[in-house]
């Protein structure tokens, strides 16, 4: 597995823990709901703005999103 999927796989699991849907936490983050859906099949390469504004959203440290499970 790849970082990218790592990535996603975690803010997936993270955001159904809060019982969001994409659409929430894409509207907290303030990001597009395709682009979150692609992050978490692991197509997208997100950037460390989008990353530490998606651990805001899902009250989490950053690290929270790209440890390993």
Known sequence: MDARERVGRN????????GLSQEALADE????????SGLENGRRN???MVLDRLA???KVDL???VRRA
């Open 29 to 36: 983050a303030g990001i597009h709901q395709t682009y979150l």
């Open 11 to 18: 803010v997936q699991a993270l955001r159904r823990q809060l």
């Open 46 to 48: 997100p950037s460390l």
């Open 63 to 65: 690290d929270a999103l």
């Open 56 to 58: 805001k959203a899902l």
